[in-house]
């Protein structure tokens, strides 16, 4: 099987921090995990899901202009897990947050849930 599994999620003031994690697993993974490109995507109520960043088998990080300095996406290819840590939040943020593999395009986890309160 593969599977992405994320979590980490949580109700949280404004101006407060949220780490996600997701583990992959399955087959795949454990063959080539460090070979991936991982992404976070998030998806609001009533909009469409959007990339949230990304990081590439090489480490190198890409992150959607709302989020630069804010959030951080790293990656521990040992455990293959990729994390995601949120500073300054703000309720824009307030979303279903998922973690993605280019390489696998219709794979998604359940998706973690982050509230940003005002």
């Known amino acids: 099987q593969v599977q992405l599994v994320e979590s980490g999620g949580a109700l949280v003031q404004a101006g407060g921090s949220l780490r996600l994690s997701c583990a992959a697993s399955g087959r795949i993974f454990s063959i080539n995990f460090s070979l991936h490109t991982m992404a976070w995507y998030r998806q609001a109520p009533g909009k469409q899901r959007e990339l949230v960043a990304a990081?590439?088998?090489?480490?190198?990080?890409n992150y959607r202009d709302s989020v630069k300095g804010r959030f951080t996406i790293s990656r521990d290819n040992a455990k293959n897990t990729v994390y995601l840590q949120m500073n300054s939040l703000k309720p824009e943020d307030t979303a279903v947050y998922y973690c993605?593999?280019?390489?696998?395009?219709?794979?998604w986890g359940q998706g973690t849930q982050v509230t940003v309160s005002s």
């Open positions: 990081i590439t088998s090489g480490g190198s990080t």
């Open positions: 993605h593999s280019e390489r696998l395009v219709d794979t």
